[in-house]
């Protein structure tokens, strides 16, 4: 255990209390004061943005050309503030984290935290942090559970759960072995790991909060229903991947309280996430986002962006400035029975990614996951998966609820698409025992043609 570090966090979480009650004014000041820090540590420090921001270095935040994850890893040792820091350096580290099996909680050169994303939407990224950067990572993702009225202290430690990835590169992983300690009891669980496994370290655990890919609390809340699962979370949270209604319903049966559905990135740490009523609010003293259209048009409140830009108000080692984000996301407005100020986060749509691209009559339709959900939220008792072919689509039911059938669900699957404009797009149905995961474990509702985009 890193006291250092716990102290830091405890100590943020407490500052940033006081902030919860902020009126907007006081959120923009602080945003506009933490963005000129940020943008004079940057352009002091890093090549790449000096660069990148050339004749823009006093423009408006929403004049600045937005950045991707491709740029960054192009330009990585450039676009880093601290010169000892390499690429190729910290890819080994990485590398040797996952050959050796160590704990990934452990700083590296004991100064840097890292973390990689797996790659599913494009080139893999490499992100870094210093001590301090770290503890506001930390902390964001504990702010959570503040927000949603889950105590914690040094009388009642907080014992959570969390079903996601072991792979030590993968930012959870490193959450969790950074906050583990006895004010924070962690049990880490694979979610590849066989259901009746992770059932029997539950029930044995007992955890205050249960935190999980969506993907895997809707098989657990099945076994809960069916009585092998005995556990009393005062919190069920859902996060890095999209919670749909369906499951979220099913949670809320299985549990007695609706989950809270956090919002966060390995990039950017926690973005916002829900207070008691269920209402995501977005961290705004802690970053920037902003919903924007294709072309980069800022969208108006309660519109769906193509796309998001991140800036990260305190990244400094590696800073994100107006990062760019596959999600589609809707924002509100500030007015919640909570009393905070801050932005509600209306809905959260998925990636870009998450679209495929199908044949229509008049050319390729874009189906959005919606269309599936409609159909086989029900029919895949743990879940389901649609995965593109060239010869069509392939779905796949984890598990079959009863009364469905696969006949039956491949129907209604082609009904559905045609409705939707496709043609020409054969559907094959499979009953599988779990959906396919990826490198990092989480199980995607649609993975489309390699390469597409």
Known sequence: MDLRLITRVLFLRAAWRRRDHWDAAQITA?????????????????????????GLHDAPLHQLPSVTKADLMEHFDEAITTPDLRLADLENHLRSLTQSGGDPGV????????????????????FVWNRSEWATVLASYARAND????????TKPLKMALVSSRVPTHQSAVVGASLRSGLVPTLRLD????????????????????????????????EQRAGRLRISPEGVMSASEVLS?????????????????????????????????????VYEDLLIVEPVDQAGNPVPPGTTGAKLLVTVLFSRTLPLI??????????GGRGCPCRRSFTVLEDIEGRIEDVLQLPGKAGTVNVHPIVFHH???????????????????????????????????????????????????????????????????????????????
């Open 375 to 453: 159909v086989l939220d029900e029919a895949g008792s743990a879940g389901w998966q649609v995965i593109q072919k060239p010869s069509g689509l392939r779905v796949l039911l984890a598990g079959l609820a009863p009364g469905a059938s696969t006949e039956g669900v491949g129907t209604a699957v082609a009904g559905a698409l045609e409705d939707a404009g496709v043609v020409d797009t054969p559907v094959d149905v499979h009953v599988v025992e779990r959906v396919e995961r990826t490198a990092l474990g989480k199980a995607p509702f649609v993975r489309g043609l390699p390469g597409r985009r």
């Open 147 to 154: 927000w949603a009225g889950i105590s914690a202290g040094l």
């Open 322 to 331: 107006r990062y760019e984000m596959s999600d589609t996301v809707s924002l």
């Open 191 to 222: 979610v590849t790991a066989p259901l009746e496994e992770t059932v029997a370290a539950l029930n044995r655990f007992q955890p205050r909060i249960l935190v999980g890919y969506a993907s895997a609390l809707k098989p657990l809340a099945a």
């Open 245 to 281: 209604p369906h499951t979220a319903a099913e949670l809320e049966e299985a549990w007695g309280s609706a989950p809270f559905d956090v919002y966060a990135a390995t990039e950017t740490a926690g973005i916002a996430s829900p207070c008691t009523y269920r209402n995501r609010h």
């Open 107 to 126: 700083p590296w050169k004991g100064r840097w935290w890292a973390a990689a994303t797996a790659g599913t939407t494009g080139r893999r990224g490499t």
């Open 30 to 54: 602080h945003q506009d004061h933490a963005l000129r820090e940020l943008r004079r540590a940057t352009y002091a420090g890093s090549e790449f943005y000096r660069r990148h921001h050339a």
